[in-house]
């Protein structure tokens, strides 16, 4: 099942802060988080682990609440680098078993302007 | 440096025509996937190995063949490709199932179907 990602794009000027939202409707275990620049690939940014526990990277950062089944990266003081389509992914277990795939959700377009 | 690379970068094939798009990797990770994407829209899983475990979502047309020769290689064959085929493929490895160190993706091939 696809997790839902909100808003669909946002506009920034350079040095302002977004938050990128990412829900599931099932029980979740952990939360990727990727950039895409236009016409490149996925880029890995962070995991959220169960625990609730919150991640940075650079200022990029992200918190992972398992209970409410949603993530949200905190993008703080935008950089005009920030600018590509932001990707949250849910591991799904196939079968039961210990073989997992991620899901992606639709995706969070950032656009960071002068 | 240990990367995920694809073959061509750009591939234009006929109507029809069958194509064979390849990936190769030096981070000896176990799990390779296969992904397409669309213009504006998440990647979405064809296949993935888990060592040489190989599976396919239920929705990837009949089409699309995998093949992974040995740890480092995997191959995407479209057998006949029509139109709606044309899309990014990436190719993308993890070294567990969920991907706890997150997925690491290829540049992609876009392919053109004329």
């Known amino acids: 099942q696809q997790p839902v990602q909100s808003p669909q794009a946002v506009i920034l000027r350079e040095g302002e802060d977004a938050v990128i939202n990412c829900s599931s409707s099932?029980?979740?275990?952990?939360v990727h988080w990727y950039r895409q620049k236009h016409g490149e690939a996925p880029v890995f940014l962070m995991i959220l682990l169960k625990g609730g526990e919150q991640k940075g990277h650079d200022k990029i950062s992200a918190s992972f609440n398992e209970k409410k089944q949603q993530s949200s990266l905190y993008l703080t003081a935008s950089q005009l680098s920030y600018s590509g389509t932001y990707f949250c992914g849910t591991p799904q277990s196939l079968s039961g078993g210990s073989n997992y795939k991620l899901t992606f959700g639709k995706g969070t377009l950032l656009t960071v302007n002068p | 440096d240990a990367m995920v690379i694809q073959n061509p970068r750009y591939q234009v094939t006929q109507f029809g025509k069958p194509v064979t798009l390849s990936c190769s990797q030096t981070l000896n990770h176990n799990v390779m996937y296969w992904y397409q994407q669309k213009s504006s829209q998440a990647p979405k899983l064809l296949f993935h190995?888990?060592?040489?475990?190989?599976?396919n979502e239920a929705d990837t047309p009949d089409n699309f063949q995998s093949r992974r020769p040995n740890t480092s290689f995997c191959f995407l064959d479209i057998r006949s490709p029509g139109l709606g085929d044309a899309a990014m493929y990436l190719c993308?490895?993890?070294?567990?199932?969920?991907?706890?160190?997150?997925?690491?993706f290829g540049s992609g091939t876009r392919l053109t179907v004329v």
């Open positions: 993308a490895t993890s070294q567990t199932p969920g991907g706890a160190g997150g997925y690491t």
């Open positions: 190995y888990y060592d040489k475990d190989f599976n």
């Open positions: 099932k029980a979740l275990y952990s």
